[in-house]
């Protein structure tokens, strides 16, 4: 990011969503205490404290009492109907759980109220990676010579 840029309220809100996202799941993931199913808490008592580790906040909101409004597969795109019919050629029971699309997230975050993203990271390194996507020589279509922004938020 550029010095002296400004970040969006809606960027900023979708980076702690996601950090508290993140430590809810590391906090949840073992939980032997009965759940009540109207609310989703745990019935058992809070793991007790010592001097040390105490919070004066401890017992009136924990990360395991949190819920959020969240989207799987945040970004996802269906593909383009050509590529779609090839892919359902090939694999229509994969293929078959594909046929959605997504908001942009800056729709997901501003109008649907979504406070959970996923997002399938890869990494790219050395970049070019995904320049020509392998379904193009299938589908004889030539890359694109140059970005559209794909209009995802």
């Known amino acids: 990011m550029a010095p002296g ?16 996202a993140l430590a ?3 906090a949840c ?16 008592s809070p793991p007790p404290t010592t001097a040390s580790s105490e919070y004066p906040l401890d017992d009136t909101l924990r990360l395991d009492q949190v819920q959020v409004l ?9 593909a383009e109907p050509d590529l779609f ?16 699309s997504h908001a942009p ?16 990271v890869f990494a790219d390194p050395d970049g070019g990676r995904y320049a020509t996507p392998a ?12 970005r559209t922004g794909g209009g995802r938020g």
């Open 24 to 26: 809810g799941i590391t």
């Open 85 to 100: 019919a090839a892919m359902m050629a090939v694999a229509p029971e994969i293929t078959g759980t594909l046929e959605y």
């Open 135 to 146: 379904a193009l020589p299938i589908l004889e279509k030539e890359p694109p010579t140059t």
């Open 105 to 120: 997230l800056t729709e997901q975050l501003d109008t649907h109220g979504i406070r959970q993203v996923e997002l399938d």
């Open 29 to 44: 993931s073992s939980d032997d205490g009965a759940r009540d199913a109207s609310t989703g808490t745990s019935d058992a």
């Open 70 to 78: 969240g989207s799987h597969n945040s970004y996802h795109v269906q």
């Open 5 to 20: 840029a400004r970040i969006s309220a809606t960027t900023r809100l979708a980076a702690a969503a996601l950090t508290v």
